[in-house]
């Protein structure tokens, strides 16, 4: 069941290329309400999906055990919170800021697998996390400054990543005995049921989009989706969670580049001095808890034999 880290890797490379793409689509849809376009990404999705699951994984879908298939559906409506917050906050804060404190999803991760994987924090771990903290408190100093709006959206940036964790902890588990089309239909599926009960209080509208923004849902399920979570989805059977969140932490540079070259979205002082430190933070924290779990690989061979 094991697969090359060569392969593995350049997986996780497409799938961080797609996702990077997902911030500039929101920008790009305008004025539709943040929920609208997270319920219609996943909509999309399970739609171009549903013929192939029906026609070859449904005798796999049957015989799924009760409690994975609520862990999927618990995992979708995580996914579905964060989509909700995290393409809010792309409407009040910048690109940059946004993607970046995004992507501190690897401490959440990291105290997530603590508590219920038991991986052990080392100094290196601890010291990485003080660093990315203080590069995100940078960047809402300056956002903050800039405009209380600035700053809300990076508290929504914020509390989407600590979603997407919730996310992907419950997939590593369930992962490893679903197959991919099985796991990330039911994921997709109850997240689309919840962003549609989540959009009928709102009275927001599901018709009136102008074609090119039936484009960009289309877009959006197709690659940030199919070739970005689909794929950490498969990746999932064999890196962990908190590997997986350190692969997307090369999101902020690609999403901050097409920001710049597509919206003309410069950085400020504070979003540039914040974000290197916040990546720097993560470098090490990637290479201090990698040099952690090399000692227990054989642990977790036992774990999936």
Known sequence: MDRPPATIYAVLAVAVLS?????????LAGDVPAAIIAFYRLGI?????????????RNHLASITKKDALSSMLSGI???AHFILWFESLKYTSVASSVVLVSLQPIFAFLGTYFFFRERFTAGAVLSMMIAITGSVIIGWGDFQAGGDALYGDILALLGGMMV??????GQSVRKRLTLTSYTWLVYGMAAIALFIYNLPSLSSFSGYSGNQWLIFLMLALIPTFLGHSLLNWSLKWVSTSKISMAVLLEPVGASILAYLLFGESLSWSQVLGGAVVIFGLMIFILSTTRKRKPTLSYTARKRG
Do not use: D
């Not at 964790?165 to 419950?170: D, E, K, S, V």
């Open 19 to 27: 996702i990077s793409a997902s911030a500039i689509f929101v920008r």
């Open 45 to 57: 999705a399970v739609a171009i999906m549903t013929p192939w699951v029906i026609v070859k994984h």
């Open 78 to 80: 995580f996914l579905a």
């Open 165 to 170: 964790t919730g996310y992907f902890l419950i």
